[in-house]
């Protein structure tokens, strides 16, 4: 499901025009991104969690040469699916 389809289908679950449906999804992906770049975590209980993790420097390998990098420290969205989520995908 692509962002059109999921607009589509908010929109006739919760009745609402579609013009309304992109407004909401767009707004609600926005703090989601605000939030979760500021360093704040979002839990929504039944869902999941949105929240920032810190990767710490490590060493790698370039696959062209096999010489050794340094990839730098750096900070990474995630997602951890909460119970009821978790419960409804395992039924199906």
């Given amino acids: 499901m692509n962002k059109t389809e999921l607009i589509e289908a908010v929109s006739k679950k919760a009745e609402i025009s579609k013009k309304d449906a992109e407004k909401a999804v767009a707004a609600v992906i926005d703090?989601?991104?605000e939030q979760v770049s500021e360093g704040n975590d979002i839990r929504i209980v039944g869902f999941g969690t949105f929240?920032?993790?810190e990767?710490?420097?490590r060493?790698?390998?370039d696959p062209r040469t096999n010489a050794k990098i340094t990839i730098p420290a750096s900070k990474v969205p995630a997602f951890k699916a909460g119970k009821a989520f978790k419960d409804a995908v395992d039924k199906k």
């Fill in 51 to 53: 929240e920032r993790r």
């Fill in 59 to 61: 060493t790698g390998c």
């Fill in 31 to 33: 703090v989601i991104v």
């Fill in 55 to 57: 990767r710490k420097e």
